[in-house]
Nanobody, 119 residues
Framework: QVQLAESGGGLVQAGGSLRLSCVGS????????MTWFRQASGKEREFVAT????????DNADSVKGRFTISRDDGQNAVFLQMDGLSPEDTAVYYC????????????WGQGTQVTVSS
C-alpha cells in the first residue's frame, strides 16, 4: 500500500518556525514531483510549494516566498517544508501530494498535518 505520511505540525506563535515532513512508503517517489498544499478552515485548498524530481526546479506561492523552503531527500523518500516567519494567516491543514499526473492532479495524498499559528 502506497502512503504519504505528514508530520511536524503543531501550535506555534507568530514569527516562529516549523518543519513539516512527508515520508513515502510502498514505492519510491524519486521520479515524482512533490507538492505541499494547505487548506484553511472554510477556504479552498491552495498551492504552497512544489519541487521537481531532481530538486532542480522549485516554485512557491507568492504568499510564502522568502519564508517557506521546500526540499527533498530521496534517500529518505521524503519531502520537507521549512516554514519560518509564520503568521496566523498560515494556519491550515498542510497536505503532501506526490506524483503529478499529465492532467495536473496528483496520484498520492497524505492525510494532512495541522499547523496553528497564534498571534
Amino acid at each position: 500500500q502506497v502512503q504519504l505520511a505528514e508530520s511536524g505540525g503543531g501550535l506555534v506563535q507568530a514569527g516562529g518556525s516549523l518543519r513539516l515532513s512527508c515520508v513515502g512508503s510502498g514505492r519510491t517517489f524519486n521520479t515524482c514531483t512533490m507538492t505541499w498544499f494547505r487548506q484553511a478552515s472554510g477556504k479552498e485548498r491552495e498551492f504552497v510549494a512544489t519541487i521537481s524530481p531532481n530538486g532542480g526546479s522549485i516554485d512557491n506561492a507568492d504568499s510564502v516566498k522568502g519564508r517557506f523552503t521546500i526540499s527533498r531527500d530521496d534517500g529518505q523518500n521524503a519531502v520537507f517544508l521549512q516554514m519560518d516567519g509564520l503568521s496566523p494567516e498560515d494556519t491550515a491543514v498542510y497536505y503532501c501530494a506526490g506524483c503529478k499526473t499529465t492532467t495536473g492532479g496528483y496520484t498520492f495524498w497524505g492525510q494532512g498535518t495541522q499547523v496553528t499559528v497564534s498571534s
